[in-house]
């Protein structure tokens, strides 16, 4: 063709090797990659994450607190990426209870480096352990260790002890970090189930959304609404004096905490005053 001594090669040419599924040993090897990064930066705002303020949700995801706290708050100016918040909107969080801070412990190595450690195993807990943690209290430890303190309790117990902080938990609220396997994914989900039509959420905190449209629809008169402002207005100005604040060390993830809060209990307000309204127009 075209008299040059060249010719046009054939697709047997081309094509070396036949298209091959991948062994089990590079499976391992993405599936390790994979978790590597998910235990070292934020799925949010790929950031790495901060051991002293990581939170996870019912799925046993890692991020970090500051992260969540962004994604809550109403965002005109454009500072928060819209990468971000479409992560956020798929994690399905939808406040801070549906999280809990895990408590890593941390250590050092030779060199100065600080890693999180199993307080129990002091094995370095990371993509090559399998990790979890306690709900409520958050404490994580190894899962050959937790295996080992529960196989040492009484197997009728209902009830089980955190071992760093002795607070009871049951063995439902043991949360992995990380799942891998399709098992752990479905007793999660399963839990998050049996935890909504229960009314509470991931942190085992009540979720008074039910309880107020129950309140809500009973109620008649704008009275008890409007003492149930005031008192939520008292609670408010407890909390950012005596209780948030002063639980956490950061300031600004105090801060940014406080806007959150303010800005849920602004919305549960409007939403109230909306509803009396309609009541009036009804009637």
């Known amino acids: 063709m075209g008299n040059d001594g060249g010719s046009i ?12 599924a991948p062994t ?26 901060d ?4 939170v996870s949700d019912g799925r046993g995801r890692l991020y970090n607190y500051e992260s969540i706290l962004q994604c809550l708050l109403p965002s005109e100016d454009g500072s928060v990426p819209e990468a971000q918040l479409d992560a956020y909107r798929e994690s399905g969080i939808k ?13 050092k190595d030779e060199k100065g480096h600080e890693f999180r450690a199993c307080p129990v195993s002091l094995k ?39 071992p ?5 938990f049951e063995e439902s609220n043991l949360i992995p970090i990380l799942p891998t396997s399709e098992d752990e994914n479905a007793r999660l ?14 942190s085992l905190k009540k979720d008074k959304s039910k309880d107020k449209k129950k309140r809500k629809a009973e109620d008649g008169t704008n009275g008890d609404a409007e003492d149930g402002a005031k008192s939520k207005k008292e609670k408010k100005k407890d909390r950012g004096a005596n209780g948030i604040d002063s639980r956490i060390n950061n300031a600004m993830t105090a801060s940014l905490t406080a806007r959150v809060l303010a800005e849920q209990e602004e919305k549960n307000k409007r939403r109230k005053i909306d509803e009396s309204l309609k009541r009036e127009v009804v009637r």
């Open 189 to 202: 989900r399963q839990r998050l189930e049996s935890l909504k039509a229960k009314g509470l959420s991931h």
């Open 164 to 168: 760093e902080c002795s607070e009871a």
């Open 95 to 107: 406040s801070l209870k549906d999280v809990v801070r895990v408590k890593f412990t941390v250590r």
């Open 51 to 54: 051991y002293s303020n990581t």
């Open 24 to 49: 089990a040993t590079e499976i391992k090897e993405t599936l390790l990659e994979s978790l590597t990064h998910l235990w070292n930066f934020c799925p949010l705002s790929s950031l790495p994450l």
């Open 124 to 162: 370095e807990l990371g993509a090559s352990t399998k990790a979890t943690y306690v709900v409520p209290c958050g404490h994580a430890f190894a899962e050959v260790a937790m295996k080992e303190i529960s196989g040492s309790e009484a197997k009728d117990a209902e009830e089980q002890h955190c």
């Open 9 to 20: 090669p054939k697709r047997r040419e081309l094509v070396k090797e036949a298209a091959r």
